[in-house]
C-alpha cells in the first residue's frame, strides 16, 4: 500500500493539473493554497507556475472571486466582522487592493442588522448586574467577532444596550 507522499512524487505535470482543476472546482481557493497543494503534491518550480498560469487562464483560479466568495461566506454564515475576515484574507495571501473590494462589497446596512442582532442575543445570555462590566463584556465578544468599536458602540446604544 503506498503512502499519500510516494503518491505525491509520481505525479507528472498534466495530472497535477487535472487534481488542481478539481480541488479548486470544489470551492473557491487562494492562490497561495494552491501553490501550498501542489508543492504538497511533489509539483516545484517552472511546472509549478505553469499549472497556476493555466488554472488563472481557464478561471479555476480567481484571487479576486476567492476574496469575495470568502468575505460574504465568513460575514453571511459564522457573522464575523471586517476586521476578522480581513484577518483571515491576509492569512489567504490575499492582496490589500482585493482585500479592501472584499470587505467594501459587504452591505453596510445587513452589517449593522447583523451587528444588533449579535449584540441583542449576546445581551440577553449575560448574567451581569453591573451595566459597566456587562457594557464591556459585550465590547470584547462582539471585538472578538471582529467587529469595529465605532459600530459596536451605535448598535448597544441603538438597542439601549449601554
Known sequence: MKSGKQ????????QALAKAENFCV?????????????????????ELEEILSELIMNNFL???????????GKFNVKKWGRAKIKQGLKLKGVTD??????????????YLETLTALA??????LNESNPLKRKMKLM???????????????????????
Do not use: H, P
Open 7 to 14: 503518491e505525491a512524487a509520481i505525479l507528472d505535470k498534466k
Open 26 to 46: 470544489y470551492q473557491e481557493r487562494s492562490q497561495k493554497e494552491v501553490r501550498y497543494k501542489l508543492v504538497e503534491w511533489g509539483i516545484r518550480g517552472d
Open 62 to 72: 480567481n484571487e479576486e472571486r476567492f476574496a469575495k466568495s470568502y468575505a460574504s
Open 97 to 110: 487592493k482585493l482585500l479592501q473590494k472584499a470587505l467594501y462589497s459587504l452591505d453596510d446596512d445587513d
Open 120 to 125: 441583542v442575543k449576546k445581551a440577553e445570555t
Open 140 to 162: 470584547n465578544y462582539l471585538q472578538g467577532r471582529g467587529f469595529e468599536t465605532d459600530l459596536i458602540l451605535l448598535a448597544l446604544k441603538a438597542s439601549n444596550l449601554n
